[in-house]
């Protein structure tokens, strides 16, 4: 499939760690324009950063008037902004909800306004499969834990936001792709991810802390496979209207396991502590990329052991001012 070449994409939280590899990867070709709070600022460090093609706008989802200016004339719109990381959904639950599912529905409403015609693709969430997802399909019913506890807000106002999308994909034509990640990782994450977090303390020679027993169990998914699967989403003319699973269930191993690999990949003298749990939490998240994969032609290359790697080489690079 040719590169995306001529087009005008509108990135909400564009300036995040999904969002800025997208960036860089289209930049050269494209119009960019990134709109994005700043609160986690992913993009300052990128060798890219500044770029004729890139305009950024500081502006939150929330402010309909604001996003609307500012996706004018949009031919792809890709919405990464959300309040995301467990610790933060902890803390602002009516914000979670309120920038997830008004934030996306102010997006849907400028992306049908405006006339947006190529592709309007909405990040979802893999926790939409509630605590237990073993080898999960897009077609497999989506659930979350009892109401009233916090840790399912997220996942709840992603869906919600799921819902919408497709709802402006029937009623309007509106050209909608859903994509639910499942545990991305890599060089320039900023945030509360487990790998993000371990690698940091592991290279600093601090305890890496786990929450519970660590038998939980994820599949990574580096971030470079993550942007190769955006990259046939906005142009593969069968993906709109569909929802896809992208992930790596070959990167799939406990928490402790994982703690264990960057302690020795990093060369690590930390220790690895347990600390009881604070919250509900996901149990087994495991992904079926078969849709992904017959539809897009999707195949993840990176293994977990090389994604750890290059992820620990980037961050003793950044720590040691390389």
Same mark, same amino acid.
């Given at each position: 499939?040719?590169?995306?070449?001529?087009?005008?994409?509108?990135?909400?939280?564009? +300036? !995040?760690?999904?969002? =800025?590899?997208? %960036?860089?990867?289209?930049?050269?070709?494209?119009?960019? @324009? $990134?709109?994005?709070?700043?609160?986690?600022?992913?993009?300052?460090?990128?060798?890219?950063?500044?770029?004729?093609?890139?305009?950024?706008?500081?502006?939150?989802?929330?402010?309909?008037?604001?996003?609307?200016?500012?996706?004018?004339?949009?031919?792809?719109?890709?919405?990464?902004?959300?309040?995301?990381?467990?610790?933060?959904?902890?803390?602002?639950?009516?914000?979670?909800?309120?920038?997830?599912?008004?934030?996306?529905?102010?997006?849907?409403?400028?992306?049908?306004?405006?006339?947006?015609?190529?592709?309007?693709?909405?990040?979802?969430?893999?926790?939409?499969?509630?605590?237990?997802?073993?080898?999960?399909?897009?077609?497999?019913?989506?659930?979350?834990?009892?109401?009233?506890?916090?840790?399912?807000?997220?996942?709840?106002?992603?869906? +919600? !936001?799921?819902?919408? =999308?497709?709802? %402006?994909?029937?009623?309007?034509?509106?050209?909608?792709? @859903? $994509?639910?990640?499942?545990?991305?990782?890599?060089?320039?994450?900023?945030?509360?991810?487990?790998?993000?977090?371990?690698?940091?303390?592991?290279?600093?020679?601090?305890?890496?802390?786990?929450?519970?027993?660590?038998?939980?169990?994820?599949?990574?998914?580096?971030?470079?496979?993550?942007?190769?699967?955006?990259?046939?989403?906005?142009?593969?003319?069968?993906?709109?209207?569909?929802?896809?699973?992208?992930?790596?269930?070959?990167?799939?191993?406990?928490?402790?396991?994982?703690?264990?690999?960057?302690?020795?990949?990093?060369?690590?003298?930390?220790?690895?502590?347990?600390?009881?749990?604070?919250?509900?939490?996901?149990?087994?998240?495991?992904?079926?990329?078969?849709?992904?994969?017959?539809?897009?032609?999707?195949?993840?290359?990176?293994?977990?052991?090389?994604?750890?790697?290059?992820?620990?080489?980037?961050?003793?690079?950044?720590?040691?001012?390389?």
């Amino acid at each position: 499939m040719t590169a995306l070449s001529g087009k005008t994409i509108f990135l909400t939280g564009g +300036a !995040g760690f999904i969002g =800025a590899e997208l %960036a860089g990867r289209l930049l050269d070709h494209n119009r960019l @324009i $990134v709109y994005d709070t700043l609160g986690r600022n992913s993009i300052r460090t990128k060798t890219f950063f500044p770029h004729a093609n890139l305009k950024l706008i500081e502006g939150t989802v929330l402010d309909a008037a604001s996003l609307h200016r500012s996706m004018e004339g949009a031919d792809i719109v890709v919405h990464l902004a959300a309040v995301a990381g467990i610790d933060t959904v902890l803390k602002s639950p009516t914000q979670t909800m309120r920038v997830n599912l008004l934030g996306t529905s102010f997006v849907l409403d400028a992306a049908r306004e405006l006339g947006v015609r190529d592709r309007v693709v909405i990040f979802s969430t893999s926790e939409v499969f509630g605590t237990y997802a073993y080898r999960v399909s897009e077609s497999d019913t989506t659930t979350s834990g009892a109401v009233g506890e916090a840790r399912w807000i997220y996942a709840v106002s992603k869906l +919600a !936001g799921e819902h919408m =999308a497709f709802a %402006a994909f029937k009623e309007f034509a509106l050209p909608v792709v @859903i $994509v639910r990640p499942f545990n991305v990782y890599g060089p320039g994450q900023i945030g509360e991810g487990a790998v993000h977090v371990f690698v940091k303390r592991a290279i600093a020679g601090e305890d890496l802390e786990i929450h519970g027993d660590g038998d939980q169990i994820r599949s990574w998914v580096y971030i470079d496979d993550m942007v190769d699967a955006l990259l046939l989403l906005l142009q593969h003319p069968s993906a709109v209207g569909e929802s896809f699973n992208i992930g790596n269930p070959r990167g799939t191993v406990t928490i402790n396991t994982l703690a264990e690999m960057v302690v020795s990949l990093a060369e690590s003298r930390s220790r690895i502590v347990h600390a009881p749990r604070r919250h509900a939490d996901v149990e087994l998240r495991i992904p079926s990329i078969e849709k992904a994969r017959q539809m897009l032609g999707f195949q993840p290359k990176v293994d977990l052991k090389d994604g750890l790697l290059k992820t620990i080489r980037w961050y003793r690079e950044q720590r040691d001012g390389n």
